[in-house]
């Protein structure tokens, strides 16, 4: 019959003898994970790109997105023209307690102001901590790798190879054009000397 309180006794045996021991395992804490390079974790804004359109907070369906603006006035650039306004960003905060990372709002800015951070150590002890504003996401921002680079044999980007080819356009007619210039200036020069 067996004695009762002896599986107890295994089991705290067990446990006695595993707590003394190294683990086997790398775990996070004292190890860092290695991370794939477009990793998502917290959402970084890169707030020169931001125009306040508010697209983000309006596609966002956890409406976890805090946008507050103002109107700017802007002075006319050039004399007789007219004064414009802009959108100023007063406020552009994230509660990270209710985001669910679906990703929706970097997909919908056309200005590429939202990215994905690789940053994943964010924990809080108080729920209300989770909200983070501007100045938070910014640093975030400059967690993010770089694109990888393109595949040697893919095909150029069409903006790419259209702003190229206009590119090289323009220094091929201001060559042609310096030529021009270079040749008929000799030919100034030698009818000042005749007269």
């Given at each position: 019959m067996p004695i009762p309180g002896s599986g107890l006794a295994k089991g705290l045996a067990v446990t006695l003898r595993t707590m003394t021991k190294r683990t086997v395992t790398a775990q996070y804490?004292?190890?860092?994970p290695e991370l794939p390079p477009r990793t998502r974790g917290v959402i970084g804004l890169f707030e020169e790109n931001c125009t306040v359109c508010m697209l983000c907070a309006r596609?966002?369906?956890d409406w976890c997105i805090y946008i507050d603006s103002h109107k700017e006035t802007?002075?006319?650039?050039?004399p007789g023209g007219r004064e414009r306004s802009?959108?100023?960003l007063d406020r552009f905060a994230i509660d990270f307690s209710l985001c669910m990372y679906c990703g929706i709002c970097i997909e919908v800015c056309p200005f590429d102001a939202l990215f994905w951070s690789p940053e994943f150590e964010y924990a809080e002890t108080d729920i209300h901590e989770l909200t983070h504003e501007r100045?938070?996401?910014r640093e975030w921002m400059w967690t993010v790798p770089e694109p990888p680079?393109?595949?040697?044999?893919?095909?150029e980007p069409k903006?790419?190879?259209?702003a190229r080819k206009a590119a090289e356009k323009a220094a091929a007619q201001?060559?042609?054009e310096a030529e021009e210039a270079r040749t008929a200036a000799p030919d100034e020069d030698r009818k000042g000397e005749r007269q």
């Open positions: 804490p004292d190890t860092q596609e966002c369906p802007v002075p006319a650039a050039a802009r959108n100023v100045d938070k996401l680079a393109l595949d040697p044999g893919a095909e903006e790419i190879a259209a201001a060559a042609a």
